[in-house]
């Protein structure tokens, strides 16, 4: 599929013209605590120049105050502004917050993101121009680009490509071993296989073709998404929406042993649940995670290369290796 060239272009009426004439667009926001950052993405959501038709706030946290950072949205009557109560499953999350809305265009963000002021204008106009899409993601104004390599980069740029690990500014591709070389900074517009986390924009009829195992590890339950919903779709990268994200810190304490536990974990769980596999995929799968541990061990960091082993043993004893 060839992409159509990034902004409104022809697809500039899709903004303009009346609300039941167009693709409704639900925004969804998982959070937990992190009412700091809500409250600057709210603000960034509240300045678009043109509205989603819903928000639902899907909060697994424990703290109060989320419903008053809603107020003032709820009070312009520009959009639907619901807010959900969940237990701290990310997947749930995302599903719960599929389940409350009926609109066509579903929005994932991450509540740690800045949306530029005509993000929602280019996500309706991405989808307009490519109405054979599953999904759509866009660039990240703060990603670090690849214009100035550092030394460690250098050198760890050919381990992950030469044993199949994921890395950033790469083609939007999945890799043989399950893992995404993900895309940020592009200029141009192209089709992708891999959404970031923070910023998955997918048609609701590509969702609800894929199944949202409450069951998968946290980490890495966005890969989880984009690649089934690629197993049907073609997905798009689109330049044209523009956010930055921002990775807050809050929740997010895992040290480097737990971090690849989960990592590995996660890795075996999706081989085990819906990741092709042959001969050529499964030596690429363990190429992968022979790649990890050495990229821990040129940081010179053991406590990342014992989460390797703990996440190995972890999916073992679940009957996944």
């Known amino acids: 599929m060839q992409a159509r060239p990034e902004g409104l272009g022809g697809c500039a009426a899709a903004v303009d013209r009346p609300t039941g004439d167009r693709e409704r667009v ?6 937990m605590d992190r009412a700091a950052d809500l409250e600057r993405f709210l603000h ?4 678009q120049i043109d509205d989603p038709d819903e928000l639902i706030i899907v909060d697994a ?11 003032p949205l709820k009070d312009t009557g520009r959009l639907v502004v619901k807010h959900l109560r969940t237990s701290p499953n990310l997947i749930a999350q995302r599903k719960a917050g599929l389940a409350n809305t009926t609109c066509e265009i579903i929005c994932y963000f991450d509540d740690d993101v800045l949306l530029e002021s005509d993000c929602i204008a280019q996500i309706r106009a991405g989808f307009c121009a490519n109405p054979n899409i599953g999904g759509l993601t866009g660039l990240q104004l703060n990603a ?5 390599p550092t030394l460690r980069s250098l050198l760890e740029w050919p381990l992950r490509y030469a044993f199949f690990v994921a890395y950033d500014h790469g083609n939007g591709r999945f890799r043989l071993s399950g893992e995404g070389a993900r895309t940020f900074t592009d200029t141009q517009a192209h089709p992708v296989q891999v959404l970031s986390g923070c910023f998955m924009c997918y048609r609701r009829s590509a969702l609800e073709q894929i199944d949202f195992d409450e069951d998968h ?4 339950e966005d890969v989880m998404i984009s690649y089934q919903v690629a197993q049907r779709y073609t997905n798009l990268y689109w ?3 523009r956010l930055t994200h921002n990775h807050s810190t809050v929740c997010r304490n895992l ?7 989960e990592l590995v974990y996660s890795k075996y769980y999706q081989r085990h649940t819906i990741l092709k596999r042959g001969v050529v995929r499964d030596t690429a799968f363990r190429l992968s995670l022979v790649g990890h541990a050495l990229l821990c061990l040129s940081h010179r960091d053991l406590r990342g290369t014992a989460g390797i082993l703990a996440g190995r043993r972890k ?4 009957g996944m290796l």
């Open 239 to 241: 330049p044209a929406a």
């Open 144 to 148: 670090d680009g690849p214009r100035f």
């Open 315 to 318: 999916a073992r004893e679940r």
């Open 44 to 47: 960034t959501l509240a300045g």
């Open 217 to 220: 590890p946290f980490w890495c």
């Open 255 to 261: 040290d480097t042993r737990d971090k690849f536990r």
């Open 26 to 31: 639900a925004v969804i926001v998982c959070t």
């Open 61 to 71: 946290g424990t703290k109060a105050g989320v419903e008053a950072l809603l107020t």
